[in-house]
């Protein structure tokens, strides 16, 4: 596609269920970022991938959650056990090599109930 | 380290009038500077950079932005605001000498243009 994908772009879920949110990048870009954005704060960064390789996952807020991507492309971030204050907007980025401009999704708006 | 710092929650200005929206940045080395801009329950979308040479930048939608080393801003300028300039924009900055560093964003300001 033309930019970078985001689904779902909302999710509702109970407390304590574990929820799977999904980025396809832009077409080669080797780079992939997610971020969280909760009401009233600026943009919180979770992990990078360069390729498949996550070299920075101090930004996770918790070992609840994980991420992956696979092929260089889709990635996956995993929330398990899910609480209220887990409730943002998570936005995914990408860019055509690590440090270059970062283009973003529409993100999904989760909320925890 | 690195920081951002937007210190004007909201800014009004009427249509046909020129905005600015204020970005003071800190980092070791040389900054790396982005503007974006979100719009309501979408991502965010670039505007422009500033990497190295001309103060001046010239981004989309007819926005720009002014470097200035000696007071560390990178202050976003429009000549005639439109009312679909409202939205919240971010600034953002990257320390070029540092090797990797994330991106470090502003809080966010959002900008109100009144017809």
């Known amino acids: 596609g033309a930019g970078v994908s985001q689904s779902p772009s909302n999710k509702v879920t109970e407390k304590g269920k574990d929820v799977e949110l999904r980025c396809d990048p832009i077409?080669?870009?080797?780079?992939l970022y997610w971020y969280r954005q909760s009401l009233g704060q600026g943009l919180e960064f979770l992990i990078y991938?360069?390729?498949?390789?996550?070299?920075?996952k101090s930004g996770l807020p918790s070992d609840r959650f994980s991420a992956e991507r696979t092929g260089g492309s889709v990635s996956t971030l995993t929330i398990q056990r899910t609480q209220q204050e887990d409730s943002a907007v998570y936005l995914c980025?990408?860019?055509?090599?690590?440090?270059?401009?970062?283009?973003f999704g529409p993100g999904t708006r989760l909320l925890v109930l | 380290a690195q920081s951002v710092a937007q210190p004007e929650d909201q800014v009004n200005v009427a249509e046909g009038n020129p905005l600015t929206v204020k970005c003071t940045y800190s980092?070791?080395?040389?900054?790396?500077l982005f503007w974006y801009v979100q719009y309501p329950n979408r991502g965010l979308q670039f505007l422009l950079k500033?990497?190295?040479?001309?103060?001046l930048v010239k981004g989309s939608y007819g926005f720009e932005a002014e470097f200035n080393k000696s007071q560390t801003s990178f202050h976003l300028k429009k000549p005639s605001a439109l009312v679909s300039d409202s939205a919240l924009y971010f600034c953002?900055?990257?320390?070029?000498?540092?090797?990797?560093?994330?991106?470090?964003f502003g809080k966010g300001t959002m900008l109100l243009v009144s017809p």
């Open positions: 500033y990497i190295t040479g001309d103060n």
């Open positions: 077409s080669g870009h080797t780079a």
């Open positions: 980092v070791s080395g040389n900054p790396y």
């Open positions: 980025a990408s860019s055509l090599a690590i440090q270059e401009t970062q283009y």
């Open positions: 953002a900055v990257r320390d070029l000498d540092s090797g990797y560093s994330t991106l470090t």
């Open positions: 991938f360069q390729g498949n390789s996550a070299p920075d």
